[in-house]
T-cell receptor, first 116, second 113 residues
Framework: AQKVTQAQTEISVVEKEDVTLDCVYE???????LFWYKQPPSGELVFLIR????DEQNEISGRYSWNFQKSTSSFNFTITASQVVDSAVYFC?????????????WGLGTSLAVNP | DTGVSQNPRHKITKRGQNVTFRCDPI?????LYWYRQTLGQGPEFLTY????????KSRLLSDRFSAERPKGSFSTLEIQRTEQGDSAMYLC???????????FGSGTQLSVL
């Protein structure tokens, strides 16, 4: 069975702090995709990143970085120098190669509050 | 690219009434998805269209729910005889290919009184 666990329900930081959002997944598939989506208060889920299981390179995009470690089944997301606009709920999601988007398994999300 | 548009943004209805939501996906996207999201949860898959064909329905989708995508463009989701348990955010998303990123609309928040 597939499962995504985001153990941090809520995180509160002060602006300019670095913050890491944890994502641990379970799957028996050798080929799978991992995603992060951001859901700001407006409600619209926004795609952040997709990573396939064969690409363990870490990725950096501006203040955002992702650490994918198959050995620990984790796909953690770090925001450097957080800003108030980063306040949102962040979801980690998983699908296998055959399941595609209609079989996405979502975590419960981590609500991040960045305070001025 | 005007994004995925959903209407209405909010809908309040009385139990037993029928409601219909509309989703306009990004024009070149042939895949369209409906999800439902309740507070503190991730989205739950409801149904999926490839062009005009409804290829999959979740077991979550009871007989009171029906979705259409005529001509492979916009889609509608209808809920008949609404129940209080139907209260949720209904999200529409589209994509160009499988396993590619989803583009979501802002959702329709349904409240059944």
């Amino acid at each position: 069975a597939q499962k995504v666990t985001q153990a941090q329900t809520e995180i509160s930081v002060v602006e300019k702090e670095d913050v890491t959002l944890d994502c641990v997944y379970e799957t028996r598939d050798t080929t799978y995709y991992l995603f992060w989506y951001k859901q700001p208060p407006s409600g619209e889920l926004v795609f952040l990143i997709r990573r396939n299981s064969f690409d363990e390179q870490n990725e950096i995009s501006g203040r955002y970085s992702w650490n994918f470690q198959k050995s620990t089944s984790s796909f953690n997301f770090t925001i450097t120098a957080s800003q108030v606009v980063d306040s949102a709920v962040y979801f980690c999601a998983l699908t296998n190669n055959a399941g595609n988007n209609r079989k996405l398994i979502w975590g419960l999300g981590t609500s991040l509050a960045v305070n001025p | 690219d005007t994004g995925v548009s959903q209407n209405p943004r909010h809908k309040i209805t009385k139990r037993g009434q029928n409601v219909t939501f509309r989703c306009d996906p990004i024009s070149e996207h042939n895949r369209l998805y409906w999800y439902r999201q309740t507070l503190g949860q991730g989205p739950e898959f409801l149904t999926y269209f490839q062009n005009e064909a409804q290829l999959e329905k979740s077991r979550l989708l009871s007989d009171r729910f029906s979705a259409e995508r005529p001509k492979g463009s916009f889609s509608t989701l209808e809920i008949q005889r609404t129940e209080q348990g139907d209260s949720a955010m209904y999200l529409c998303a589209s994509s160009y290919r499988n396993n590619e990123k989803l583009f979501f609309g802002s959702g329709t928040q349904l409240s059944v009184l």
